[in-house]
């Protein structure tokens, strides 16, 4: 794990990804780019003391709202000294206590905390559906037309492998009629369109804007439309934070989600926080960022409905060998009052 205090390590993630596939990328990001405002460890600009927390977002452009609110100051308001964590397995950060909160896929922390991992979700992220898309290249026009060919799935197992199998299904074809690649995500996914390896992959924005732009690719069917009650993000947190000192996930929640609705409502300032800190094609973004408002709902409740559909889904394509019990895995006591 990458430990780091109040910096947005996001933006190196994602500038690596869109180094060489966007238009004028030349170089990943300067490493004084994007960092929040300086303050003594342990305590704020204002010189009050700070409570440290250790808080794994999401990596990438999907985790670049919190490290903006970083920015902003709005985890310092809330009193809290964080330090952010880079970690690819935010499960066993938990469990090992190396971690006190993570944004984590819906899945993981259902059939963690199920099986009996010391673990909590404490609220919906600022998406709960599946910013999905599969892309196919030019040629190919419907999904029908993947009959035979290749298709990226990311990683086996994973949550875009739902997505693609169920839109698949949904247009008549069979996993035995179409070739599955583990492909990756993001500029590899993307790097294996563009190169012939795959005829189509599941991706996430800005690739899907990307290709369109770029004229390498297509979209020919969006996550959202096939699986609108798939719960696809939660925070969770470790039980021990939630015994000992659950006044720190109340305030970070609070935190959490003044950066999304901060960067929602002032779209030109986070659009400038992006440009300034990913080497991206503006009208990609704007392409991106349109397509996706409707995802970027910022409600923290969770819907005990969605949870229960989704580990039936999930069941019913031999993800998941049974259905947990979600009310046991829920502490929702710090989800922000509107």
Not at 188 to 207: K, N, R
Not at 256 to 279: G, M, T, V
Request: hydrophobic share 40%.
């Amino acid at each position: 794990m990458n430990r780091r205090k109040i910096r947005p390590y996001i933006i190196a993630l994602a500038a690596l990804w869109l180094i060489a596939i966007t238009a004028g990328c030349a170089s990943g990001t300067d490493s004084g780019k994007g960092a929040a405002p300086s303050a003594e460890a342990g305590e704020s600009a204002a010189g009050t003391q700070l409570e440290k927390i250790r808080y794994a977002p999401l990596s990438g452009v999907s985790g670049l709202a919190v490290s903006f609110g970083a920015e902003k100051g709005f985890f310092e308001e809330e009193g809290l000294d964080v330090e952010f964590i880079t970690t690819k397995d935010p499960i066993a950060g938990l469990t090992s206590k190396d971690i006190d909160v993570v944004d984590v896929a819906t899945t993981t922390a259902i059939v963690a905390a199920g099986k009996g991992a010391p673990v909590k979700i404490v609220s919906s992220m600022f998406r709960t559906k599946g910013p999905f898309y599969l892309i196919a290249s030019p040629e190919i026009k419907t999904v029908e037309d993947l009959k035979g060919k290749k298709v990226g799935i990311a990683v086996f197992g994973s949550g875009l492998e739902v997505y693609t199998r169920v839109i698949l299904k949904e247009h008549g074809l069979k996993p035995e009629d179409v070739i599955f690649i583990a492909n990756s995500t993001h500029q590899a996914a993307y790097a294996s369109l563009e190169t012939g390896q795959v005829d189509a992959t599941i991706i996430h924005e800005p690739f899907a804007s990307l290709a369109e732009k770029q004229e390498k690719g297509h979209i020919i069917a969006t996550g959202w439309d096939y699986l609108p009650t798939f719960h696809t993000g939660v925070l969770a947190a470790r039980d021990g934070i939630l015994n000992e000192k659950p006044e720190l996930v109340e305030k970070l929640l609070r935190a959490y989600f003044k950066s999304q609705e901060y960067a929602k409502s002032h779209p030109d300032e986070y659009k400038a926080y992006y440009l300034n800190n990913i080497e991206i094609d503006p009208k990609v973004l704007d392409l991106a960022l349109e397509r996706e408002e409707v995802l970027w709902e910022n409600n923290p409740d969770v819907d005990i409905n969605a949870l229960n559909d989704t580990q039936q889904i999930q069941k019913e394509l031999g993800f998941q060998d049974e259905i947990y019990k979600v009310e046991d895995i829920l502490d929702l006591r710090f989800i922000p009052k509107k």
